[in-house]
Each structure stands twice: as structure tokens, then as C-alpha cells.
């Protein structure tokens, strides 16, 4: 009584058109099909889609130094991804982390087992950002994946600092310089070996680096990332 109740006043939700459907279902006939998981052939360091089997990296992976071990992104940056997951970030579709969560963490568990993770931890906004959007995103789909996984959530060791520019307004030679000193930690030392850090989308790394060169200093062993959407292979 009380769900059907509950459902009435909230409605789930549709995560690409943002209709309104069945409680029992994730999607809505008319969208199934366009949230598919990324496939192989993926470069081995990123997981963005590449055209080649033989090939092992995308082109960004190849003349890059990236400071994490691997990753995850979970859907091709499409336009009925971006669209998701821009209500998720900006039209308070707080819901849409729980299938998020859900559906990734099944869909790649054995994947994710085998980083034999301590902890997830959410890449922070800065508290301007926070009190003006009134959540962290990545924390809500951090906090589902935690669940699913059965890993702990560290949403306070890592903070941002520096109110940045948005990452989407800078060319690939200006997003590192962007964040340069933006993170830091809130203990001297990372009690943990080998973190997953967790983000909406992935384009060049360049925050994940950033997150991760802070954790690495302070003692972090390895470091991995999952994501929501990523880019194509630069």
C-alpha cells in the first residue's frame, strides 16, 4: 500500500525521455535499446570505444601518462546519454542514480571485483556549485554503486578547492592547467590502497588525473574510475 502510495506521488521515471512508467521496468519500450553498454573492441586504459580489435589503446591513451590503473565508462557519449545524464546533473532527476548504480554495478561486477577496490569516492564539486545544484551528482551514483558493490563510500577525504571553469569550455591543452592545485585532502595520509573514483562523464582524463595524483601523493596505491558516459577514442 504504502509503495503504490509512494509511487503515485513519485513516479519512476523514464532515465532517457523522463516519461513516466511501469515501477517494474527501467526503461520505456520507445527508448529500449538506445542505453546500450559499451562493447568491445575498447582501448585497454580508458574503455572509450575503438575501431580496431589490434589496437589496444585510443589515440588520447597512446600520448598520454595517465596516473590510474584502468577504467569504465559505461555508455558511448550519445545524444540520448548526454541528454540523460544532463537532467540527472542539472533537472534534479536525483532518481536516475539509482538505476545508474544498479544497472552498471551488475552489468560489470566481475570487472570491478577483480580491482579488489577498499573504497569509492565521488569526484567533489566545489561548495558553490553544491549549494547552488543542491547535490553532487557523482556522489548520488558513487553512493548506488556502494551499495551494489558492496564497497565503502568516502565522500569527505577528497575536496575541491578551486572553483574551476567547466572542463566542456576547454580545449584538451588547457582542462589539466584548469585543475592544477583544485583537489585536496582532508587527512594527511589516504588510508586506503586501491580507490575507485567515480564521475558523470569521462572526455580526457583530465580531472580523473587530477583526483588521482592527490590520492597517489597521500598514499593511494592504485587508482581506477567508473563513469557514466564517455567519449569516443581522440
Same mark, same amino acid.
Given at each position: 500500500?504504502? %509503495?503504490?502510495?509512494?509511487?503515485?506521488?513519485?513516479?519512476?521515471?523514464?532515465? /532517457?525521455?523522463?516519461?513516466? /512508467?511501469?515501477?517494474?521496468?527501467?526503461?520505456?519500450?520507445?527508448?529500449?535499446?538506445?542505453?546500450?553498454?559499451?562493447?568491445?573492441?575498447?582501448?585497454?586504459?580508458?574503455?572509450? &570505444? @575503438?575501431?580496431?580489435?589490434?589496437?589496444? #589503446?585510443?589515440?588520447?591513451?597512446?600520448?598520454?601518462?595517465?596516473?590510474?590503473?584502468?577504467?569504465?565508462?559505461?555508455?558511448? #557519449? $550519445?545524444?540520448?546519454?548526454?541528454?540523460?545524464?544532463?537532467? +540527472?546533473?542539472?533537472?534534479?532527476?536525483?532518481?536516475?542514480?539509482? +538505476?545508474?548504480?544498479?544497472?552498471?554495478?551488475?552489468?560489470?561486477?566481475?570487472?570491478?571485483?577483480?580491482?579488489?577496490?577498499?573504497?569509492?569516492?565521488?569526484?567533489?564539486?566545489?561548495?558553490?556549485?553544491?549549494?547552488?545544484?543542491?547535490?553532487?551528482?557523482?556522489?548520488? +551514483?558513487?553512493?548506488?554503486? $556502494?551499495?551494489?558493490?558492496? @564497497?565503502?563510500?568516502? $565522500?569527505?577525504?577528497?575536496?575541491?578547492?578551486?572553483?574551476?571553469? &567547466?572542463?566542456?569550455?576547454?580545449?584538451?591543452?588547457?582542462?589539466? %592547467?584548469?585543475? %592544477?592545485?583544485? +583537489?585536496?585532502?582532508?587527512?594527511?595520509?589516504?588510508?586506503?590502497?586501491?580507490?575507485?573514483?567515480?564521475?558523470?562523464?569521462?572526455? =580526457?582524463?583530465? =580531472?580523473?588525473?587530477?583526483? $588521482?595524483?592527490?590520492?597517489?601523493?597521500?598514499?593511494?596505491? %592504485?587508482?581506477?574510475?567508473?563513469?557514466?558516459?564517455?567519449?569516443?577514442?581522440?
Amino acid at each position: 500500500m504504502i %509503495k503504490r502510495l509512494l509511487y503515485g506521488m513519485f513516479p519512476r521515471r523514464c532515465p /532517457i525521455c523522463d516519461k513516466c /512508467i511501469n515501477s517494474n521496468i527501467d526503461i520505456c519500450s520507445k527508448c529500449e535499446g538506445k542505453l546500450e553498454f559499451l562493447k568491445e573492441p575498447k582501448c585497454k586504459k580508458c574503455g572509450k &570505444p @575503438i575501431d580496431a580489435e589490434e589496437k589496444e #589503446y585510443c589515440m588520447d591513451c597512446e600520448k598520454s601518462n595517465h596516473l590510474y590503473e584502468t577504467g569504465i565508462g559505461a555508455y558511448v #557519449y $550519445s545524444n540520448e546519454v548526454k541528454q540523460s545524464i544532463y537532467k +540527472f546533473k542539472y533537472h534534479n532527476r536525483r532518481d536516475f542514480s539509482e +538505476f545508474y548504480g544498479r544497472s552498471i554495478a551488475t552489468h560489470f561486477q566481475k570487472e570491478i571485483e577483480y580491482w579488489n577496490a577498499d573504497v569509492i569516492i565521488p569526484i567533489p564539486i566545489h561548495r558553490k556549485k553544491l549549494v547552488s545544484r543542491g547535490y553532487n551528482q557523482a556522489e548520488l +551514483f558513487a553512493r548506488e554503486l $556502494s551499495k551494489w558493490l558492496q @564497497i565503502p563510500m568516502d $565522500s569527505h577525504l577528497l575536496v575541491r578547492v578551486l572553483n574551476t571553469k &567547466p572542463q566542456k569550455e576547454l580545449g584538451n591543452n588547457d582542462r589539466s %592547467k584548469n585543475l %592544477k592545485n583544485a +583537489f585536496k585532502l582532508t587527512e594527511n595520509v589516504v588510508k586506503y590502497n586501491k580507490v575507485i573514483l567515480v564521475d558523470d562523464i569521462y572526455t =580526457t582524463g583530465s =580531472t580523473i588525473d587530477a583526483c $588521482s595524483e592527490v590520492l597517489l601523493l597521500g598514499g593511494a596505491k %592504485k587508482i581506477y574510475f567508473i563513469s557514466l558516459g564517455i567519449g569516443t577514442g581522440i
